[in-house]
C-alpha cells in the first residue's frame, strides 16, 4: 500500500505502507504523523456518503491554513532537545515574541499589517532573524529596526545544529487583506528539497553537512501534525501546553510559591511522560484517564488526580511517569510522606529519572535534610546538565542552608544556559541582597548600583503579572532609601494581588518612616493580618504607636518584633526608648545594651541610653556614652546637644556652651542646642547672651514652651517683670508642664510677682497656677483664696482637681473649714451635673482626703460599670480601687484576690510603671506572695524612689522573713526621703503602726 500525505508546509510525501503509524521529519524539517494501520483500515471501510453538500469553510479554519496569531517551532522535538534545552528556547522564543509586541508599542504604524518573525539560533552564538510583512514590503524601515532589536537579545547555548522557531501576530488589528499568506520561514535563504538544518548553517557560514533528518526515537509531545486530525494550531497548543505544563500552569495551585517544583520541571522528563505512555497505551480509555488524572491536579482536585494515578498504577504497575505524577499530586495535596515515599519508588524502577530526582530533593529540602536535597540535585544535572531549572532548584537549597555564594554560581549558570528565566533573575537579587555588605549603622548611604534591583527588575520584565517580584524589588529599594519607587512597586504588586502581604508590609513601613501614621498602621495591621511575621513590620506599628503615646501597644509590638528577630537592633533601642517612657529604666538601659553589643558602630543606642543616665542624675556615666557617640559619628547635633546637658548637670557651664556651639555649626536650626546654651549663659550669669539664645530657639520653633520659661526665668533676674509674665503666659499656654520652673526662680518676692501676675493677666487659669505656687510655698490658705477667685471666672468642676491637689499637699494645715468649703464646691458641681465623670474622679479622691473609705470604694466601682471611660481612665481607677481594697482591706483575703485581679488588668493597659507596680505588691502582700511583692517594689524604688515606697519594700521584706532588708529598706525611706509617720495616708496608718512594732523600730 503506497499513499501521500501533505506537510504544513505544502510538500507532498511518499509514504510505504511499512511507515504507518510512524512520524516522517519532511524537508521543511517539520515532522508529520502517519496514521496507523488501523485508522487507515477504518477510512477505507467507511461507507461513502451520498453527494452531501460540502459546507464552506472560512480559510482560516482550513486544516493547512495556520491562525494569524501563532508560536511554534521550526524543528522536531528531537531535534531541539539534542541540541537546546526545551526550557531556555521557549523562554528565548517569548523573549523574542515579547520584544517583537514592545517595540511596535513604542512604534505605532500607520496600518495594520500581519507579521511573520522567524529566529533560527546558530551553534556559533549568531542567530539568523527573518521577518515578513502581509502587505509585503509594509513599514520597510521599522522591519529593519526591529531585526536589529532581534538581533541584540541575549542568546541561550546551542550545539550540534540550528535551532528555529516562527511567530506571526497581528500589528495594529492586521492586515485588512484576507486571506493572510506568508512564504515559508528563510526562503530567502535558500530553496528546493534542502532540509532546514542545511539552509540555516548554509546562511549562518557554517558547515552545512549535517544529516537531513534526526530519526525520532519517540513521538514529538504534540508537535506533530495529522491530516483532519486538528492542523497546525492543535499541533502548535498541544507542543506549547506540554512544554509548558510542568513550570508556571502548575504553580497556580501553590498555596504560597513552595520551593518544590517551582520553575520546575525537567521538560524533558515531562514530554517523555507523554510520549511513553502514547507508545504503549494503544487502549483509548488508559490515555483518557491520564488526562482526567493531569487534568485534576492541574485544577487542584488532587485527591481525586490520586484515585485516577491509582487506578492507572493498577494497571501498569511499572509506570515510572504515573508514579512520578502521583507523587506529585500527593504532596500538592500536602502529603508529603507519601510524596516522597513515591518518588522513592520511582527512582528504584529509573534511578535515572530527572524529575524525580529534583521533586525529592524539594522535598528534603524542605526537611531541611541539605546534604541529601544537594544529592539529588547533583544527580539529577548528572543526567540533565543543560536544564536551567535544575540549576536554579540547586540554588534554591544553597540559599536556605545560606551558601550564597555556591548559590550565585548555580544562578548564574542557569542564566548563561536560559538568559530569559525569571526564577533565576529572582533568586539571584535575593542572592546578591544576601552577599551586600551588612553595616551596622542604619545610617549608611547604600551603593550607587545594586545587582539585586537590577536582577529583580529583569525577572519583571520577563514576568510583569508576577505581585511577589513587584514586592521583591520594593524590599531591594527600601535598602537605598528610594521610598517613591518602593511606594510605585508596592502598589503594583497589591494591584496583581490584593492580598500580596509583603507589599502592604513594605507600605506600612514606608508610611511609617514618612510620618503617615494613620496610612502606616492599616498597612501593617494588613500584612499582619495576612500572615506576615516579619519584625519590621511590627517595629513600624510599633514606632506609630509611641508617637501617638499608646506606650502598651508600642511594648507589645516592639517584642514581638524582637521575639522574631532577637538581633533586631532598631527593635532593641525602640523598645529601650518605650521602656524609659514608661519609667521602667533598667530595663531600658539593658536594651540600649543590647543594641550596643549588635551594633557597636552605631551611635542612637550610646545617645538614648546616655540621656537616660542624664536623667537618673549619673552624668559621669552619661558622658562616656555621649562621648562614644560623638566619636562614632563626629557629625550628628543631637549628640553634642546631649553631652551639653551632662556638662550642665555636672556644673561645668563652660563646657556645655562648647557643645553646644558646635551642635549649632552642625545644625544652624537646631533649636534644643539654643535653649541649652541660654540655660548655660543664664547659670553663668551672662543674662543678656541667655535671652539672645532664648530668642533663636523661640523663633526656630515658636511653640518651644521651655524655652519661653528659661527666658522668663532671666528676666526676673533682670528684673522685667512684665515680660516674664508674658513668657511664662506662654509657656503654659505651649505646654504645661512647664508652669513647674516657677520653682526655679530664686526669689519668692520675683516669684510671687510672676505668679500674681498670670493670675492678673489670666484670671480663672492663671488664679489656678498661682494657687498650686501658694500652695507649694505659702500656705492653704491663700491657695484656697485664689481657688475662689477662679470660681468667679471658670465653671466649678474646672476648679476641684486643683481644689482636691491643694488640700493633698497641705494635708497637714487641711481644717473641718477647708474640707466643709470644698465640699460645698463639690455640692455645687453635683447640681450641675451628678453624673459628670471628671467630678465622680475628683470625689473619690476627696473621699480619700475625708477618709469616708466606703464611699470612696463605691464612686471607684460605679465608675467602672460606665461606659464612656477611656482604657486609660479605666484602667487608673482599676488601680486606685485595688490600692484601697489591698490596703484598706488588707485582713479581707478575697479584697486581696480581687485587688490583684484589678491591678492586672490595668498593667495590661497602661504597662508595668512604678505606681501600678506599687499596688500589685500590695495586693500580692495581702494574698501571701511575699516574694512576688519584694520582686515589684525593688523594680519601683528602681525607677520612680519615694519615701513611701521604700516603706512598702521594707514591709515586703519583713513579710518574706528578711528582718534586715526590712530595716535597710526603712532607714532609706526615713533618712533619704524623709519619711516621717504624718505622711502615711490614714488608711494605711494602721498597717505602718504594726509593721514598725513588728519590726522593732522607732
Not at 512564504?183 to 549562518?204: H, I, K, N, Q, Y
Not at 482526567?292 to 511499572?318: C, M, S, T, W
Not at 476641684?800 to 497637714?812: D, I, K, P, Q
Not at 488588707?890 to 490595668?906: H, S
Request: overall charge negative; charged content about 30%; glycine content about 6%.
Amino acid at each position: 500500500m503506497e499513499f501521500s500525505i501533505r506537510c504544513a508546509c505544502g510538500r507532498e510525501i511518499e509514504v510505504a505502507s511499512v511507515e504507518a503509524g510512524t512520524d516522517l521529519v519532511c524537508a521543511c524539517g517539520i515532522v508529520v504523523e502517519v496514521p496507523s494501520r488501523e485508522e487507515l483500515r477504518r477510512e477505507a471501510e467507511s461507507p461513502e456518503p451520498e453527494s452531501p453538500e460540502p459546507e464552506p469553510s472560512p480559510p482560516d479554519a482550513a486544516d493547512d491554513q495556520p491562525p494569524r496569531e501563532f508560536m511554534m517551532p521550526l524543528h522536531t522535538e528531537p531535534q531541539l532537545r539534542q541540541r537546546i534545552h526545551p526550557e531556555a528556547f521557549f523562554h528565548f522564543a517569548l523573549a523574542a515574541t515579547r520584544a517583537t509586541h514592545d517595540y511596535f508599542e513604542q512604534v505605532p504604524l500607520d496600518r495594520g499589517i500581519d507579521l511573520q518573525v522567524a529566529c533560527a539560533l546558530l551553534p556559533d552564538g549568531n542567530r539568523i532573524v527573518s521577518i515578513r510583512s502581509c502587505p509585503d514590503g509594509a513599514a520597510a524601515e521599522s522591519l529593519c529596526k526591529l531585526a536589529q532589536r532581534l538581533e541584540e537579545l541575549a542568546t541561550p547555548p546551542v550545539r550540534d545544529g540550528p535551532v528555529a522557531f516562527v511567530a506571526r501576530s497581528m500589528v495594529g488589528g492586521g492586515c485588512d487583506r484576507l486571506p493572510v499568506t506568508f512564504d515559508f520561514p528563510f526562503a530567502e535563504c535558500g530553496a528546493g528539497p534542502e532540509s532546514l538544518d542545511t539552509v540555516l548553517m548554509r546562511a549562518g557560514g557554517l558547515q552545512a553537512d549535517l544529516p537531513a533528518v534526526v530519526q525520532p526515537a519517540a513521538r514529538s509531545a504534540g508537535a506533530v501534525r495529522r491530516p483532519g486530525a486538528g492542523g497546525l494550531w492543535q499541533r502548535i497548543t498541544r507542543w506549547v501546553s506540554g512544554l509548558f505544563a510542568g513550570t508556571r500552569a502548575r504553580n497556580m495551585h501553590r498555596r504560597q510559591i513552595p520551593p518544590l517544583l517551582a520553575g520546575l520541571l525537567s521538560n524533558a522528563a515531562e514530554a517523555r511522560s507523554q510520549h511513553d505512555s502514547n507508545d504503549r497505551e494503544s487502549d483509548s480509555r488508559v490515555r483518557d484517564r491520564i488526562r482526567r488524572a493531569n487534568r485534576h491536579k492541574e485544577q487542584g482536585e488532587f485527591k481525586q488526580a490520586v484515585a485516577e494515578y491509582d487506578n492507572l498504577i493498577a494497571l501498569e504497575p511499572g509506570n515510572v511517569e504515573v508514579l512520578v505524577a502521583r507523587a506529585e499530586a500527593y504532596y500538592l495535596d500536602d502529603q508529603s510522606d507519601r510524596a516522597l515515599a513515591g518518588y522513592d519508588e520511582a527512582l528504584r524502577l529509573d534511578p535515572g529519572h530527572a524529575a524525580a530526582l529534583n521533586n525529592r530533593g524539594m522535598i528534603q529540602m524542605e526537611r531541611e535534610a541539605w546534604e541529601r536535597a544537594i544529592a539529588d540535585l547533583d544527580a539529577a544535572l548528572q543526567i540533565d546538565p543543560l536544564s536551567p531549572s535544575l540549576h536554579v532548584n540547586r540554588a534554591r537549597i544553597h540559599l536556605a542552608r545560606e551558601s550564597f555564594p555556591q548559590a550565585l554560581d548555580d544562578l548564574n549558570e542557569a542564566l548563561r544556559l536560559d538568559p530569559y528565566h525569571d526564577d533565576a533573575y529572582a533568586l539571584r537579587g535575593l542572592t546578591h541582597r544576601q552577599l551586600a555588605p551588612q553595616e551596622d549603622s542604619p545610617r549608611k548611604e547604600p551603593p550607587a548600583e545594586d545587582p539585586a534591583v537590577a536582577d529583580f527588575t529583569a525577572a519583571i520584565e520577563i514576568n510583569p503579572e508576577s505581585a511577589w517580584l513587584y514586592a521583591r524589588r520594593a524590599e531591594a529599594r527600601m535598602a537605598r532609601g528610594e521610598t517613591e519607587l518602593v511606594l510605585a512597586d508596592c502598589d503594583q504588586a497589591i494591584e496583581l494581588d490584593p492580598e500580596c502581604s509583603l507589599a502592604f508590609g513594605l507600605r506600612g513601613v514606608v508610611h511609617q518612616q514618612e510620618d503617615k501614621s494613620d496610612e502606616a498602621v492599616e498597612d501593617c495591621s494588613e500584612a499582619i493580618r495576612l500572615g506576615l511575621e516579619v519584625a519590621d513590620v511590627y517595629f513600624s506599628r510599633s514606632v506609630v504607636y509611641f508617637d501617638r503615646d499608646d506606650l502598651n501597644r508600642a511594648l507589645a509590638d516592639c517584642t514581638r518584633a524582637l521575639e522574631l528577630d532577637p538581633e533586631h537592633v532598631g527593635g532593641h533601642n525602640g523598645r529601650g526608648l518605650i521602656r524609659a517612657q514608661m519609667g521602667l529604666a533598667r530595663e531600658a538601659i539593658e536594651d540600649y545594651a543590647a543594641a550596643i553589643r549588635l551594633a557597636p558602630r552605631w551611635p542612637i543606642p550610646y545617645l538614648n541610653r546616655g540621656n537616660l543616665y542624664g536623667m537618673q542624675g549619673d552624668h559621669d556615666s552619661a558622658l562616656e556614652d555621649f562621648d562614644e557617640a560623638i566619636r562614632l559619628d563626629p557629625e550628628f547635633a543631637p549628640s553634642y546637644y546631649s553631652r551639653a546637658n551632662a556638662w550642665g548637670g555636672k556644673g561645668e557651664f563652660a563646657r556645655a556652651i562648647e557643645d553646644c556651639d558646635e551642635a549649632i555649626r552642625l545644625d544652624p536650626d537646631f533649636a534644643p542646642a539654643f535653649y541649652c546654651r541660654g540655660m548655660a549663659w543664664d547659670r553663668l550669669g551672662v543674662h543678656g547672651e541667655a535671652i539672645f539664645n532664648f530668642d533663636d530657639a523661640i523663633r526656630l520653633y515658636p511653640s518651644f514652651g521651655p524655652a519661653f520659661a528659661g527666658r522668663g526665668n532671666v528676666r526676673i533676674k533682670q528684673g522685667d517683670y512684665d515680660k516674664a509674665i508674658e513668657d511664662y503666659r506662654e509657656a503654659i499656654n505651649r505646654h504645661p508642664g512647664a508652669a513647674g520652673q516657677l520653682e526655679e526662680i530664686d526669689e519668692d518676692y520675683a516669684a510671687r510677682a510672676v505668679a500674681a501676675g498670670l493670675a492678673e493677666s489670666e484670671p480663672g487659669i492663671g488664679n489656678l497656677t498661682l494657687a498650686v505656687y501658694l500652695a507649694q510655698h505659702e500656705s492653704i490658705e491663700s491657695a484656697m483664696e485664689q481657688c475662689e477667685a477662679a470660681l468667679r471666672e471658670l465653671p466649678v468642676d474646672a476648679v476641684l482637681s486643683t481644689a482636691v491637689a491643694v488640700l493633698r499637699h497641705c494635708h497637714e494645715q487641711i481644717t473641718d473649714g477647708h474640707i466643709e468649703q470644698v465640699a460645698s464646691w463639690f455640692d455645687r458641681a453635683i447640681k450641675v451635673d451628678a453624673d459628670c465623670k471628671a467630678v465622680q474622679l475628683q470625689l473619690a479622691m476627696f473621699r480619700d482626703l475625708q477618709q469616708r473609705y466606703d464611699e470612696l470604694c463605691g464612686i471607684y466601682r460605679r465608675l467602672l460599670d460606665r461606659d464612656d471611660l477611656s482604657e486609660q481612665e479605666r484602667a487608673l481607677t482599676r488601680n486606685n480601687l485595688a490600692y484601697f481594697l489591698a490596703v484598706a482591706q488588707r485582713d479581707d483575703e478575697q479584697a486581696g484576690k480581687e485587688a490583684l485581679e484589678m491591678i492586672e488588668q490595668a498593667i495590661e493597659v497602661i504597662g508595668p510603671v512604678p505606681e501600678l507596680l506599687d499596688t500589685r505588691a500590695m495586693a500580692q502582700l495581702v494574698c501571701g506572695d511575699a516574694d512576688a511583692a519584694v520582686a515589684d517594689l525593688r523594680r519601683v524604688v528602681t525607677n520612680g524612689p519615694s519615701g513611701i515606697r521604700y516603706y512598702h519594700l521594707a514591709a515586703a521584706h519583713l513579710a518574706a522573713g528578711d528582718r534586715q532588708a526590712a530595716r535597710d529598706a526603712l532607714d532609706t525611706a526615713r533618712e533619704e526621703h524623709q519619711l516621717a509617720s504624718e505622711h502615711i495616708p490614714g488608711y494605711e496608718q494602721k498597717m505602718y503602726d504594726e509593721f514598725v512594732e513588728a519590726l522593732g523600730a522607732f
